[in-house]
């Protein structure tokens, strides 16, 4: 059961492809659709069909939708699994002008303005019909794969661009009657890059909103193995390190993003407020007045004056 087609070129389980749901679907919206998927294959629907095609229900269902729906399920794995597709969608949006796409929907996609709303939209229209016809379901998981490696794509920073296809290229010529307000080409990169930056940020700045600090740690970190010599990341990082009770690590990233730019104002604020509530401790570290009473710090010092 080979798909060459999409995300599944790139050597990557598309499981999101698999069940036919959006990328950003939810658990819920993931088990009602794989659920719909296992009734369709399901041999009690199927009696009237040939013991061929009941096999090769038997094959998609055990091959190709339960392992996408375990994987899917568990949140551990699909974190996992959302990680790699975003690196993915990283790669891709470095070398965006040079995808090829075979399908009309996914270059129209490419160029879209409004990607969230035509890429849900087009998914949904081929999910419809995707396990109607036992002998189509690879074709269409391939062309939802498409759509999903454009989205991520689109996703992860790149612009509206034409992307490659065969002969003619009709979305092409929309883009080009667009107005010419972005940067020139020569300065792509760096604003992909600057893009891709912002949506490290973004996230983070949600998961620190909802006080989900280790995972916003986890997110800036992954942000600053693509661009350690952030002073933004540094400082963003050292904020929610102070958040989190971990004054020493905040006071190392801090100090970092000050080398970086010494004018940077976050870190010139956390770096002030460390060296306040250093010496309440006498240790120099203020790790103890950070963190939360209680734990192995909270025996030493915590509540003695």
């Avoid at 003619?168 to 080409?185: G, M, V």
Wanted: net charge neutral.
């Amino acid at each position: 059961m080979n798909i060459d087609q999409g995300l599944f070129r790139l050597e990557f389980a598309d499981h999101h492809a698999i069940l036919g749901i959006p990328i950003d679907a939810d658990p819920k919206e993931a088990r009602k659709r794989y659920l719909k998927i296992a009734r369709r294959l399901h041999p009690d629907s199927l009696l009237a069909a040939s013991e061929d095609e009941k096999q090769q229900a038997s094959e998609l269902l055990s091959k190709l939708v339960n392992p996408a729906y375990e994987t899917l399920s568990q949140e551990k794995a699909a974190t996992e699994h959302a990680v790699v597709l975003r690196l993915r969608g990283q790669q891709l949006m470095q070398q965006a002008e040079t995808i090829e796409l075979s399908l009309e929907t996914a270059r129209a996609l490419m160029l879209s303005n409004n990607i969230d709303y035509a890429y849900t939209t087009a998914v949904k229209a081929l999910a419809e019909k995707q396990y109607e016809d036992l002998d189509e379901v690879l074709a269409i998981t391939g062309q939802i794969s498409e759509l999903n490696l454009v989205y991520v794509t689109r996703k992860a920073g790149a612009p509206a661009v034409a992307a490659q296809s065969a002969p003619a290229q009709p979305a092409a010529d929309t883009a080009q009657s667009a107005p010419a307000a972005s940067a020139p080409a020569t300065s792509a990169p760096r604003r992909y890059r600057e893009t891709i930056l912002e949506g490290y940020l973004n996230r983070a700045r949600e998961l620190e909103q909802k006080k989900d600090y280790p995972k916003a740690i986890i997110e800036l970190r992954e942000a600053l193995r693509a661009y350690p010599n952030s002073a933004v990341c540094h400082s963003r990082l050292a904020n929610v390190y102070l958040k989190a009770g971990q004054s020493t690590m905040a006071r190392v990233h801090a100090t970092r993003a000050l080398e970086i730019n010494a004018g940077d104002e976050v870190a010139q604020r956390i770096q002030k407020h460390l060296e306040k509530t250093a010496p309440r401790d006498g240790t120099g570290s203020g790790d103890s007045g950070d963190k939360p009473r209680g734990g192995l710090f909270g025996l030493f010092g915590g509540k003695k004056k």
